[in-house]
């Protein structure tokens, strides 16, 4: 075990110890890589790591009268209201993974417009949404999901400070910081893991989501490949329980999505090739999780690709034309009144659906944090 140890003080996810030159690691601990199971916020909503402690609750006890406190004596609540909103801001939030912990980093450009697809901030990318160099800096050298030399150096630190002054500012303004930002993700686990490092009721709190994912392959078809360095992040299971937690967002409002198709290009022979084929229709099993998704105000769909001239005129109206017609569909659904989920009709897994096993097992508590990611 010595030199496993020393493998693990190294770096457990990267490429060129994983897969080393000419074999590679047993079947159990390519398992555990797979499985998210070392340097990863664990995802499994139901595994021992989960305390039962009780959620913060700032009325348990009798708070003070704040007589000597002239926020409170001399302030009226909606002028508070107003210094906190200006104190934590409304920016834009790029949930990153950094070494099996949840950061971000706040965002200037405070538009969620799917155009940008967060090259406004382009240390935050997933690797597998730059590997092609667009974006300088990026490694696809080490398996975690942000890879950019220069993130470290540009992780945000929550001005949460603030509310623990005292239980009553606490009270006040706990939700704000997850009112006011919107939350922007394009790593399936690393929201997952997010949704469940905090407050269930700060949860509840979240407005606005943009989710900016590139399909590796079309999830629900059983396109997996255990072999794969991308079936980590992306396989059904995560799929399914990405959408679930989304759906259990109670007080989410703006749902927008964007799919980044990646790079086309013309062949000899009169062909399309490269890129991620993903056939866009309401009626897909990729699409049936996201259906879990109700109460909505307003949902976006965004559709990128990279194509040379070729590609473009052969792929660019059928795409329009697929996008607009899922988009609407999709807006139907879920900016509906919350009613009874739609059956998951047609999806076939090898093993059963994670929502499935979602609501034959009892709930538990997640233990708690007051910031908006887990240090």
Same mark, same amino acid.
């Given at each position: 075990?010595? =030199? ?70 001399? #302030? ?32 200037? =450009?405070?538009?969620?417009? $799917? ?22 800096? =990026? ?63 700060? $949860? ?29 992040? =992306?396989?059904?299971? $995560?799929?399914? #329980? ?134």
């Amino acid at each position: 075990m010595r =030199h496993f140890d020393a493998w693990l003080l190294r770096d457990p996810y990267s490429i060129w110890h994983y897969y080393s030159t000419g074999r590679r690691w047993q079947e159990t601990v390519r398992d555990l890589i797979h499985q998210r199971k070392i340097c990863a916020p664990p995802v499994d909503l139901f595994s021992s790591s989960n305390s039962n402690v009780e959620p913060v609750d700032p009325y348990a006890r009798p708070m003070a009268s704040q007589s000597d406190c002239m926020l409170f004596q001399k #302030l009226p609540a909606e002028i508070r209201l107003m210094i906190y909103n200006y104190v934590f801001g409304d920016e834009t939030v790029h949930l990153v993974q950094l070494k099996g912990k949840i950061r971000h980093v706040r965002c200037q =450009h405070s538009s969620s417009s $799917l155009e940008r697809n967060r090259h406004c901030c382009p240390v935050t990318p997933a690797r597998w949404r730059v590997n092609d160099g667009r974006i300088p800096g =990026h490694t696809d050298r080490v398996l975690y999901p942000h890879t950019h030399a220069l993130l470290p150096e540009t992780l945000s630190n929550s001005s949460l400070s603030l509310l623990r002054t005292c239980r009553a500012i606490y009270a006040e303004a706990a939700d704000i910081p997850y009112t006011n930002s919107v939350f922007d993700v394009d790593d399936l686990h690393t929201f997952i893991a997010f949704s469940l490092s905090i407050c269930p009721e700060r $949860l509840q709190s979240i407005q606005r989501l943009t989710v900016q994912w590139m399909p590796v392959w079309q999830p629900m078809a059983g396109e997996e490949h255990k072999s794969s360095i991308y079936s980590h992040t =992306h396989n059904d299971r $995560l799929w399914a #329980l990405f959408w679930t937690r989304v759906a259990s967002l109670k007080g989410l409002k703006e749902l927008h999505l964007s799919l980044d198709l990646g790079r086309f290009s013309g062949n000899v022979m009169g062909g399309v090739i490269g890129g991620n084929r993903l056939r866009l229709a309401v009626d897909e099993p990729w699409v049936a999780p996201m259906l879990l998704v109700r109460g909505l105000q307003s949902f976006e769909l965004g559709i990128t690709v990279q194509c040379d001239a070729y590609a473009k005129s052969v792929l660019e109206d059928d795409l329009r034309r697929d996008a607009v017609v899922l988009r609407d569909n999709l807006r139907a659904i879920m900016c509906s009144s919350p009613a009874s989920p739609i059956p998951l009709s047609g999806v076939q897994l090898k093993r059963p659906c994670l929502m499935e096993e979602l609501n034959q097992q009892p709930e538990r508590k997640i233990r708690p944090r007051l910031a908006i990611t887990a240090a």
